[in-house]
């Protein structure tokens, strides 16, 4: 069978697409390739001049607005904003192994780059999508572990992979408890994953972990790493599907449908998860 590339991409004129963490890495390749094929591409970044930058000459209709999923002031602003339909938002803003950093709501920075900021995202603007969220996460999760009484890492001693490995993890049952209300409303919306394998973008260049990304054969150069997030966005996919690279591990390869980890499928663990997070971006939002 034929590899799936993004020339395979359907025509996706007239759809509207908000990306997060669009201004560079996957995230660009991303936008790039959906305005290619026709797309409204909303990009929301936290450096307007660096994006305008990125896609001078690029084909397609861009809009660029600001957009930081770290700070729920941010958050709300965008999604109070946003006028009309979404057809896809995709949330791929992310950062991996940082030091220990709270928030200017005094949140874990790493935890609310990956998830907690984009869970509030995803629900203030539930009611504007039409078609899919598509939540970018790692094969990591399946190392993680969620202490729900402490998931924003205020108690115990801070380990950034740990909390990299947490929050990818989080992003995995937020699908499922998004998608089990999607389909308990008899919503027509779907919650997909998307997981770019190892890409040899910038994302974990401060880590140790970096040191793969001398192993070009086990890992995928960024357009490859991109075509996860692009299948799931523009694919025909049940709900909660996850979509990683065909390879050994799901490290490199094409994009195919795969299964997350065991600790990603806990339905219980999912609804507590999802009710402590709303707990905690109400109790820093009120």
């Known amino acids: 069978m034929t590899s799936w590339t993004a020339n395979d991409l359907p025509d ?10 669009a201004g560079r890495g996957l995230g ?8 290619r094929a026709g797309a409204h591409v909303v990009m929301g970044v936290r450096d307007i001049h660096k994006a305008r930058r990125a ?14 999923v770290s700070d729920l002031t941010s958050v709300r602003a965008f999604s109070d904003s946003w006028t009309g339909d979404i057809d896809i938002l995709i949330n791929n803003a992310g950062v991996m192994d940082i030091p220990a950093a709270r928030t200017a709501d005094g949140l874990d920075m ?10 509030l995202l995803t629900t203030l603007l539930l009611e504007h999508i039409t078609d899919r969220v598509v939540h970018v996460t790692s094969e990591l999760h399946k190392q993680g572990k969620i202490d ?8 115990r001693k801070h380990n950034g992979m740990q909390a990299y490995q947490a929050s990818k993890l989080a992003v995995v049952l937020f699908s499922l408890e998004l998608q ?14 998307a997981s ?6 910038s994302l974990a260049a401060h880590s140790r972990s970096n040191v793969i990304n001398r192993f070009t054969f086990l890992t995928n150069d960024p357009e490859r790493g991109a075509l996860s997030v ?7 996919l049940p709900g909660n599907s996850y979509v990683g690279p065909d390879g050994l591990g799901g490290f490199r390869g094409s994009p195919v449908l795969r299964r997350p980890g065991k600790a990603g499928l806990d339905s219980a663990m999912a609804s507590r998860l999802w009710d402590a997070t709303a707990d905690l971006v109400g109790a820093v939002t009120r």
């Not at 996706?12 to 963490?21: A, H, Y």
């Not at 660009?28 to 305005?35: D, K, P």
């Open 12 to 21: 996706l004129t007239d759809r509207t697409v908000v990306i997060t963490g």
């Open 28 to 35: 660009l390749i991303t936008a790039r390739e959906l305005a």
């Open 55 to 68: 896609v001078a000459g690029l084909a397609g209709t861009y809009d660029i607005r600001p957009l930081d």
């Open 110 to 119: 790493q935890t609310t780059t990956n998830y907690t900021g984009p869970f």
């Open 148 to 155: 729900l009484d402490d998931f924003d890492w205020r108690t």
């Open 180 to 193: 089990r209300r999607l389909t308990a409303t008899g919503s027509g919306i779907r919650s997909v994953l």
């Open 196 to 201: 770019p394998g190892i890409a040899r973008t």
């Open 230 to 236: 692009l299948y799931a966005a523009t694919q025909e």
